[in-house]
């Protein structure tokens, strides 16, 4: 439930920064800010992603 309420407030996040991007020109700012945050979102979804810790590989 709570992967459901951090996406959505991503996506939305993500729409603005779009919005943004082609209601007024573009800022350095703008994009660093807006790659920032799919960074930040990817690594969160590779660290859930990754092995629990004491799980078995066979």
């Known amino acids: 439930m709570a992967a459901i309420g951090i996406s959505v407030a991503l996506l ?3 729409v603005a920064y779009g919005y943004a991007l ?3 020109p573009a800022s350095a700012a703008g994009v660093v800010a807006a790659a920032a945050v799919v960074g930040i979102a990817g690594t ?3 660290f ?3 092995a629990v ?3 078995s590989f066979d």
Do not use: D
Request: net charge positive; proline share 0%.
């Open 53 to 55: 810790t004491g799980a």
């Open 44 to 46: 969160g979804l590779l």
């Open 48 to 50: 859930a992603w990754r």
């Open 12 to 14: 939305a996040m993500l």
């Open 22 to 24: 082609t209601a007024g």
